[in-house]
């Protein structure tokens, strides 16, 4: 059992900032690849971005490409969403989530997933 809480999100004008992050119980969070997705009103869960067990292996959204940053601390159990140059299409819930081994970019593979956070980019 992988428990997920994310934190980070807010308000921010358009080409801000915004860091998330997601902080996992147990002991084995370095054997989950994490995921983070969004989901806007009206529409889908999408990917976002996905990193592997180590920090080898990523996965970003073309959209968000150059503009977002996975990462994860393996001895804080965390995973980190570094969002910049923020958009007014970034708005959404954002969730993180965690799929046993091996990234994938299928969002019905994830096993275990946070309680999301909102974030709001204005103009």
């Known amino acids: 059992q992988v428990q997920l809480v994310e934190s980070g999100g807010g308000w921010v004008q358009a080409g801000g900032s915004l860091r998330l992050s997601c902080a996992a119980s147990g002991r084995t969070f370095s054997t989950y690849a994490m995921g983070w997705f969004r989901q806007a009103p009206g529409k889908e869960r999408e990917l976002v971005a996905a990193?592997?067990?180590?920090?080898?292996?990523?996965y970003y959204k073309d959209s968000v490409k150059g503009r977002f940053t996975i990462s994860r601390d393996n001895v804080k159990n965390t995973v980190y969403l570094q969002m910049n140059s923020l958009k007014l299409e970034d708005t959404a819930v954002y969730y993180c989530a965690a799929k046993w081994w091996v990234l994938s970019t299928t969002l019905s593979e994830y096993e275990y997933w946070g309680q999301g956070t909102q974030v709001t980019v204005s103009s």
């Open positions: 990193i592997g067990r180590s920090t080898l292996s990523t």
